[in-house]
């Protein structure tokens, strides 16, 4: 380890004898570059900047996680200091070789298992993985909830969500690894990237369609191929993913939330964002104010 880099311990943050801390932060340019004695897994959830680890940067957006084994050295870095209006917000999910041991008894694959390991034992390198279908952040979102605001079960539901998301991180890196046609993959999310450029509008099957040269029939198809949903499913999870970020991070009405997010009745949204989020759109910023 570079002797300008600092070491943060696991029995700073493991207070809770869970061996597990899951935080939502702000990046900035206090934060030392630093190694740590736990695995930690970072999101990015909002905004875009920079990924220093060991003696690569990475650029970094929306969607990226990183996998950071036991030892090595990285920080998060914004765009400019001055990023109040886009903020770089990661979320970071930390665990010991406790609750490896753990965790062993859920994952009953050897291979993820091996992969755990060997990220605590510092034999494998740092890794990043995109979140195709939101299915990261939905875990990332639920181990903070339950974190910040434990309640009943909420040991036995930390310990869920985390074999959860590891099991989804190693899935994400081996098929992408492993994919035959990354064109296609490619060309596939540039249909996601226009839906959400557009989500503040009325798009349709069709819409896509015509902007990918896809059949209606192939672009079904490979929403349920590369997201695990169809279209509408798909669509709908994204506005209100994109709603909870507007609600955290913005003064926006929640009428205005609505609208830029594609729903013209407020009543329609509401019962949506509750039906999946769990909360109404105004608990949930009461939530995450507090």
Not at 76 to 84: A, C, I, N
Not at 166 to 181: F, M
Not at 233 to 261: D, M
Request: hydrophobic share 35%; charged share 20%; proline share 4%.
């Amino acid at each position: 380890m570079n002797p300008t880099t600092q070491l943060f311990k696991g029995e700073v943050f493991f207070q809770n004898n869970l061996h597990l801390w899951v935080n939502r932060s702000s990046e900035d340019f206090t934060v030392p570059f630093h190694a740590h004695d736990f695995i930690e897994y970072c999101y990015v959830a909002e905004g875009k900047g920079f990924h220093h680890i060991e003696r690569e940067t990475f650029p970094v957006s929306k969607g990226l996680l990183f996998a950071i084994p036991v030892g090595f050295s990285h920080v998060f870095r914004p765009t400019s200091p001055d990023s109040l209006g886009n903020p770089l917000i990661v979320y970071n999910c930390l665990f010991d070789a406790h609750m490896v041991n753990q965790l062993a008894v859920v994952l009953q694959d050897p291979p993820i298992l091996e992969h755990l390991t060997e990220l605590q034992n510092s034999k494998s390198s740092y890794f990043s993985v995109f979140d195709r279908d939101g299915s990261i952040e939905s875990l990332m979102q639920k181990l903070y909830r339950e974190m910040s605001v434990p309640s009943i079960g909420s040991t036995t539901m930390l310990h869920t969500l985390l074999s959860q998301l590891v099991v989804t991180v190693y899935r994400q890196k081996y098929t992408e690894a492993n994919k035959p046609d990354i064109q296609v993959a490619n060309d596939f999310d540039q249909v996601i990237q226009y839906l959400e450029q557009h989500l503040h509008e009325a798009v349709t099957m069709s819409d896509l369609a015509r902007i990918s040269k896809w059949s209606i029939r192939h672009l079904q198809r490979m929403f349920q191929q590369h997201t695990g949903q169809s279209f509408g499913s798909f669509l709908q999870n994204l506005r209100i993913q994109k709603s909870c970020e507007f609600l955290r991070g913005s003064e926006h009405k929640i009428s205005s939330i609505a609208e830029l997010v594609g729903y013209r009745n407020i009543d329609s949204f509401n019962a949506v964002f509750k039906k999946i989020v769990g909360k109404a759109p105004t608990e949930y910023r009461k939530l995450y104010r507090s």
